[in-house]
């Protein structure tokens, strides 16, 4: 019966993650791809080839090049299957800790660990380490910025481990569910503060030739796809569990 279980569990999870998994790469093609694609432009223009992040074509073994459609499709099906995986830890996740988490209902808890999920592996390294269009970002700092990228993922993990711990000491102090989410805002914003304060910077210098209202749109959307992802996986979760938990 266990086995069945987690099984149907996993399922669930899996059926979630690739509800984000489509949501994301919809806002991938509408709010992402038209920036890369002016990005690409730019780097072009200036007769940049090298720099980090071209994405304009990528050679294979035979030099041939890839075309963006290419790219594109393969980014589509790489944010499906990231989805999908994401979805099942989730599902592995909230059986563990639903009884810890906000939410009166099932739905509610799902979209409370969807939410931990979004600020800890998506705001806080996008606000510490930002998302760059082609063209923008030193090839010699990528290795920096990718340890200080997962750095902030791991603290924000940590973070979030204890805003939950926090949130299950609040509801055995109180029943009132307003109370018990500014506790953990607080908390999560006080402790996100200081990760993004005390971690090393992992910013870059935007080239000239690239206008920042550019940077910013590829950020943004960057950022949409993160909460697409992850607001698709627990509201599909939500839904597939959907009972009224006991009062």
Request: aromatic content about 6%.
């Amino acid at each position: 019966m266990g086995g069945e279980n987690w099984r149907r569990r996993i399922s669930r999870g899996a059926i979630a993650g690739l509800a984000g998994g489509a949501a994301s790469a919809v806002i991938l093609w509408v709010a992402v791809e038209p920036s890369i694609t002016q990005a690409i432009d730019i780097e072009n223009a200036a007769g940049d080839g090298h720099s980090e992040g071209n994405a304009a074509a990528v050679g294979d073994e035979n030099g041939e090049l890839i075309s963006r459609t290419t790219q594109l499709v393969g980014g589509t099906v790489t944010a499906i299957v990231v989805g999908v995986l994401l979805g099942i830890v989730f599902a592995i996740v909230f059986a563990r800790a639903k009884h810890r988490l906000p939410g009166r209902t099932d739905l509610g808890q799902a979209l409370s660990l969807a939410a931990f999920a979004f600020f800890a592996i998506g705001l806080l390294p996008a606000l510490k380490v930002p998302a760059n269009p082609p063209g923008v970002g030193d090839p010699g700092t990528v290795n920096d910025r990718t340890l200080i990228y997962l750095g902030t993922i791991l603290l924000g993990v940590l973070l979030v481990l204890v805003c939950i711990a926090a949130a299950q000491t609040a509801g055995q102090r109180t029943e009132r569910m307003e109370l018990r989410w500014i506790a953990v805002a607080a908390m999560a914003v006080i402790g996100g503060a200081a990760i993004l304060i005390g971690a090393p910077n992992g910013t870059v210098e935007i080239p000239s030739t690239v206008p920042a209202s550019l940077v910013w749109k590829f950020r943004v959307g960057s950022l949409a796809q993160h909460a697409g992802m992850w607001l698709g996986i627990g509201l599909a979760y939500g839904a597939l569990v959907l009972r009224r938990t006991p009062s």
